[in-house]
């Protein structure tokens, strides 16, 4: 690790020409020094919507918008969304230098559990697939949990080098904190051995919905401006000490299960309108629409918010803020745009129950009927 320093050099003198936009802060919130979101999310997510604003606390995860930039030698990146605080995952892969492996292979080093072992090569070839011309070459993984003082989260980074033939370095990359004390929200980046830094501000309960239809995470190309935010530093990419030139950084970032084994719909580069896409040995992004990376400098598409509504059930219960498809799926009564529960009407369910008759009114004919069916038993 000794040899790094001479590395600095080159990289603070390729990275003057950015100075002038100035270094982001990290603390979990968007900067203006990163410029216009490079990736809008499009898909809803299928890990869940949060819906509690608490700084640690998630109870779901999306992705809704994604951009980096480069400055005094280092990496940031902004993803705007929520993390679930149980351990699932925010995977971050970066393509930054020639070779990397466009196919995760079995011979990485074991950090966060097995992560890579569990995405790559199994050994009968398979191992998750990014779009062709996406060779990245550092893997990073986040994820958080209670702090056991009920008051917050802790979240565990894990990073690895992805060589072309594998067996790369890689390790535990350190830990950080955000949590809440008498309403004062305190976020504490992490800190670890390897100059890696994230934070996480898990309070935002807008962006995408639940489901697994088109959405959007930046409606009216108003960013989600808090989540997950990420410094590495550029030597960390350069392990033959060649002075790289850091001139096309690309990113792929997703959401998957604690355990790595479960890809979500949380993608940057987007997906379209689509499911968790599960076992991630095989997914192959190369045979889904569009590219699911993106690149600094990139503009993300603008996007349209998913119609939503309330979603009534036979039983009485009913949802709000959902699509008509997702209420379709779950055997629910969707009611149309921007309706709400007190608008569910299932007969037995309407909000005049002694109108038997539905006249309108709780008149004589309503007794009457009560009075002729008097001493039905019913089922
Ligand atoms: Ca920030
Ligand atoms: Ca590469
Ligand atoms: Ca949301
Ligand atoms: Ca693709």
């Known amino acids: 690790m000794c040899g790094k320093t001479g590395i600095g050099v080159a ?65 940031f990146i902004h993803l705007g969304g929520n993390i679930e605080h149980n351990y699932n995952k925010v995977e971050v892969f970066i393509d930054a230098r020639d070779g990397g492996q466009n196919r995760i292979l079995g011979i990485n080093p074991d950090v966060g559990f097995g992560a890579l072992q569990r ?11 990014f779009d062709a011309g996406f060779d990245p070459d550092l893997y990073l993984s986040i994820g958080c949990g209670d702090n056991a003082d009920g008051n917050g ?6 990073y690895a080098e992805l060589r072309t033939n594998g067996d790369g370095f890689g390790a535990y990359a350190g830990s950080g904190s955000s949590y809440s004390i008498d309403g004062t929200d305190y976020i504490e980046p992490s800190t670890g051995d390897y ?6 501000n898990n309070s935002n309960i807008g962006g995408v919905i639940g489901g697994d ?42 959401v998957n299960s604690s ?8 993608i940057l580069g987007s997906l379209d309108a689509s499911a968790n896409l599960g076992e991630p040995r095989q997914v192959n992004f190369d045979n889904i629409d569009g590219p699911q990376y993106f690149a600094l400098g990139d503009e993300g598409e603008p996007c349209i918010p998913a119609t939503i509504g309330a979603c009534c059930f036979a039983n009485g219960e009913c949802w709000e803020g959902v699509t008509d498809d997702h209420c379709d799926t779950n055997r629910g009564l ?23 008759d539905g006249s309108g009114t ?8 009560v009075i002729g069916n008097f001493g039905n038993v019913c089922p």
């Open 213 to 254: 239809g088109s959405d959007c995470g930046a409606p009216e190309d108003v960013a989600v401006t808090t989540g997950i935010e990420i410094e590495i530093p550029l030597y960390l990419f350069d392990w033959d000490f060649e002075g790289l030139p850091y001139d096309d950084v690309k990113l792929c970032v997703f």
């Open 119 to 129: 995405m790559g090569d199994d050994g009968t070839g398979n191992g998750l697939t």
């Open 153 to 158: 989260i802790n979240s565990y980074i894990d």
């Open 195 to 200: 100059g890696i830094t994230v934070a996480i």
């Open 362 to 369: 709780t008149d004589v004919d309503d007794l009457l009927q």
């Open 11 to 75: 990289v603070a003198a390729l990275m003057g020409s950015f100075a002038s936009a100035g270094a982001p802060t990290v603390d979990g919130t968007l900067d203006a020094a990163y410029g216009p979101l490079a990736s809008i999310q499009g898909n809803s997510t299928g890990f869940g919507d949060n819906s509690d604003d608490h700084v640690g606390y998630s109870g779901g995860s999306e992705l809704d918008g994604g951009v980096a930039t480069m400055s005094n030698g280092k990496l």
């Open 334 to 356: 969707w009611i149309g745009e921007d309706t709400t529960c007190v608008e569910c009407d299932l007969g037995g369910g309407n909000d005049c129950p002694t109108d038997i």
């Open 259 to 266: 355990d790595h084994g479960w890809v979500s719909n949380q």
